[in-house]
């Protein structure tokens, strides 16, 4: 089996689903305008929980980063 260093989107497999996805977006773009645009307000507001999920990952609120930001700082808990 012959494997590309790019990956697949670089291989001919991967060329070939790229232009599926560009001409069935293209399509979806000219027969339903009107549907996308109708639901582009919801779309923005759907965006708005899944940006808060997404841009806080790895965030600790509360007692846990307060006693990293001591330990980063040189307090009582460092070593």
């Known amino acids: 089996m012959n494997k590309h260093r790019g990956?697949?989107?670089l291989s001919a497999r991967g060329m070939a689903a790229l232009g599926l996805i560009a001409a069935a977006?293209?399509?979806l773009?000219?027969?339903h305008r009107d549907h996308l645009l109708a639901f582009?307000?919801?779309a923005i507001l759907l965006a708005c929980p899944f940006m808060h999920l997404f841009m806080h990952h790895g965030r600790h609120h509360g007692?846990?980063?307060?006693?990293?930001?001591?330990?980063?700082?040189?307090?009582?808990?460092?070593?």
């Open 7 to 9: 990956g697949f989107w």
């Open 40 to 42: 582009l307000p919801y």
């Open 29 to 31: 773009l000219m027969e």
């Open 25 to 27: 977006s293209y399509f």
């Open 63 to 79: 007692v846990q980063s307060q006693e990293k930001d001591k330990h980063d700082a040189g307090g009582p808990h460092a070593h």
